[in-house]
């Protein structure tokens, strides 16, 4: 496979630069990486800036959060390192950790160093000039959901994981907790959102087994290998990552699934390569996941409309920042229209569950 294909960061955005002349000192103080780093932005995510720091010895990863105000347990660099250098014995696709900086004084806030994973990330798109036959597709489309029920199948039981989260109740705190980030940042342009967080609150499952949870699996959150584009190498962006509810996770992966089916304006909102011959639908994925976990898939609505009004508080936080002009970007512009999207889709299913 060629290397053409290797997932590349660009130029970094103009009010997004580190300031370098404080952060190579830290770097070198701290990792012994020295010289003058040539650096890059991932433009991908929609959270946390993520910058590719290349030194002629090291080949870094550096993530921060966005600037600008944000929820008060959102974006926490020192949970997120400390997870997965505790869970990278357990599950060795997580990256390798390497430093932690909680003094915002160094570059205006904290962040955090991991070792680049070299390899394919399949985004909205697969890289241009890769083309990959169904079988091929369907077998990657396997090989991801096979990481994440590998992933939900970790002890948590096991030495250094038991306190990465509360567990039970879980499911509570998402739906009150995620009503609540919706409600906080809701503009003038999109729905309330009364009758879903309603509808949620009412269906609320009984709790059922819990496991380590990614909270943010997708396709452009997966490292592909360079010689085998089907089989994965790493698991990024963890930030979300806790004790939780399985078919929650499973709820957030089909909330960015969109398949070739969809109408035009789901179309429009793909994120993954989701529609490419030989993906498997979401009732697949359904049907894949619980075949494999022994859990009953007539319980993925609620679990769908769970991740769908999710996306939508998600979309909404970040549209809030660019409405509130913290941030410049202009791909969150349209986000308030993705809410209407999101919302219209949960009441579809919800009226399916009547």
Request: charged letters at 25%; glycine letters at 8%.
């Amino acid at each position: 496979m060629s290397g053409d294909f290797l997932d590349r960061a660009a130029k970094v955005r103009a009010d997004e630069a580190l300031p370098l002349d404080r952060l190579v000192p830290w770097i070198a103080n701290h990792l012994g990486v020295t010289g003058q780093p040539e650096v890059t932005q991932f433009t991908g995510g929609a959270s946390n800036w993520t910058y590719r720091l290349a030194y002629k010895d090291a080949d870094l990863i550096l993530r921060r959060p966005p600037a600008g105000t944000r929820a008060k347990s959102a974006h926490d660099m020192g949970r997120e390192y400390r997870l997965q250098k505790a869970l990278k014995p357990h599950f060795p696709l997580v990256p390798n950790m390497r430093a932690y900086c909680q003094d915002e004084a160094v570059i205006g806030a904290e962040f955090y160093l991991m070792d680049r994973i070299v390899g394919i990330i399949p985004r909205k798109n697969l890289p241009r000039g890769m083309v990959l036959p169904p079988n091929q597709v369907r077998h990657l489309c396997e090989n991801v959901l096979e990481v994440l029920i590998a992933l939900h199948r970790v002890d948590i039981g096991a030495p250094g994981l038991t306190d990465l989260g509360a567990g039970t109740g879980y499911a509570r705190r998402q739906i009150d907790g995620w009503s609540r980030r919706y409600t906080d940042a809701r503009t003038w342009n999109v729905p309330r959102g009364r009758g879903i967080m309603r509808w949620l609150d009412k269906n609320l499952p009984a709790e059922g087994p819990l496991c380590l949870t990614h909270n943010d699996f997708r396709f452009d959150n997966v490292v592909l290998s360079p010689d085998d584009p089907t089989r994965v190498i790493g698991v990024l962006d963890w930030e979300l990552a806790t004790i939780g509810d399985p078919l929650m996770d499973l709820g957030n992966l089909l909330a960015y699934w969109v398949e070739a089916g969809d109408d035009r304006i789901g179309r429009a909102t793909r994120r993954q390569p989701t529609t490419l011959p030989g993906m498997m639908t979401r009732a697949e994925v359904i049907d894949y996941y619980c075949t494999a976990t022994g859990r009953d898939p007539r319980e993925m609505i609620y679990y769908q409309v769970y991740g769908l009004f999710r996306l939508s508080a998600i979309a909404q936080q970040i549209y809030y920042r660019y409405h509130k002009g913290q941030t410049r970007n202009p791909a969150f512009r349209n986000f308030w229209a993705i809410v209407h999207y999101l919302h219209w889709r949960c009441h579809r299913l919800m009226r399916q569950a009547r």
